[in-house]
């Protein structure tokens, strides 16, 4: 599966997600804030949100940047702020939906000329909204101290199925971007959903979420990603 491997995370508040193998670099309280939306501003690809349908808070969250300080994937958060959840108690009451917006870019040289970047694709997204999905969920019956090994066995699947998106796990949903339906990939789990799709503009979307129904979704481009930031929204 074409990966986004060599890319740094950088998170709004302050932590990276651990399965996803990424170096992490994170920073705290405002630094970590004002860096994200530097992030979100330097990207030289069009960012998506929940369209305008949706009218609950928004905010940023992790951007991705490669070695060369290209940004290469984002993710903006609806909702309630994710938190870590079992996957029997407690879901219901948390409603939230986070969109990652990822570059599309071919297999190229790295910035320091080391070695190479992979590709970026529509599997590329789906990996990402699936990890990032089981960073906020927790088995009910497992000891805290297995949750490492049980998040990199539950990662390792998500990779599988990402890299199989015509597979039995995925069915296809139609969805609006700009007012454009557009095909996505999508699964349920016990955890929540996540779909996958490509942009007329060539930017990959991934998304997942819980407690907020995937099927009435839209999304559109973000004219001004930093205002979430900034309170302006």
């Given at each position: 599966?074409?990966?986004?491997?060599?890319?740094?995370?950088?998170?709004a508040e302050g932590a990276s997600p651990a399965q996803s193998g990424y170096r992490s670099r994170t920073a705290q309280g405002g630094t970590a804030a004002r860096?994200?939306?530097?992030?979100?501003?330097?990207?030289?690809?069009?960012?998506?949100?929940?369209?305008?349908?949706?009218?609950?808070?928004?905010?940023?969250?992790?951007?991705?940047?490669?070695?060369?300080?290209?940004?290469?994937?984002?993710?903006?958060?609806?909702?309630?702020?994710?938190?870590?959840?079992?996957?029997?108690?407690?879901?219901?009451?948390?409603?939230?939906?986070?969109?990652?917006?990822?570059?599309?870019?071919?297999?190229?040289?790295?910035?320091?000329?080391?070695?190479?970047?992979?590709?970026?694709?529509?599997?590329?997204?789906?990996?990402?909204?699936?990890?990032?999905?089981?960073?906020?969920?927790?088995?009910?019956?497992?000891?805290?101290?297995?949750?490492?090994?049980?998040?990199?066995?539950?990662?390792?699947?998500?990779?599988?199925?990402?890299?199989?998106?015509?597979?039995?796990?995925?069915?296809?949903?139609?969805?609006?971007?700009?007012?454009?339906?557009?095909?996505?990939?999508?699964?349920?789990?016990?955890?929540?959903?996540?779909?996958?799709?490509?942009?007329?503009?060539?930017?990959?979307?991934?998304?997942?979420?819980?407690?907020?129904?995937?099927?009435?979704?839209?999304?559109?481009?973000?004219?001004?990603?930093?205002?979430?930031?900034?309170?302006?929204?």
């Open positions: 599966m074409a990966t986004t491997s060599g890319v740094t995370e950088q998170d860096r994200t939306a530097e992030g979100f501003k330097n990207a030289a690809f069009p960012w998506y949100a929940l369209d305008e349908a949706f009218t609950g808070p928004r905010r940023l969250m992790q951007v991705g940047v490669a070695a060369d300080g290209t940004v290469q994937h984002g993710a903006i958060g609806h909702g309630d702020e994710p938190t870590i959840r079992s996957e029997t108690a407690g879901t219901e009451k948390e409603r939230f939906t986070i969109v990652v917006t990822v570059a599309a870019s071919p297999l190229r040289r790295s910035g320091d000329g080391t070695g190479v970047l992979d590709a970026t694709t529509v599997s590329s997204a789906a990996w990402l909204a699936g990890s990032g999905l089981l960073a906020h969920t927790w088995p009910e019956k497992l000891d805290h101290s297995l949750r490492d090994d049980w998040l990199e066995q539950q990662t390792e699947t998500a990779f599988e199925l990402a890299d199989d998106l015509d597979g039995p796990a995925w069915s296809a949903l139609s969805l609006p971007v700009d007012g454009v339906p557009t095909e996505f990939h999508y699964r349920e789990s016990e955890f929540g959903w996540v779909l996958a799709g490509t942009t007329n503009s060539g930017v990959h979307i991934g998304a997942y979420g819980r407690g907020m129904s995937a099927y009435g979704l839209g999304f559109a481009v973000v004219s001004n990603p930093a205002a979430y930031a900034e309170g302006q929204v």
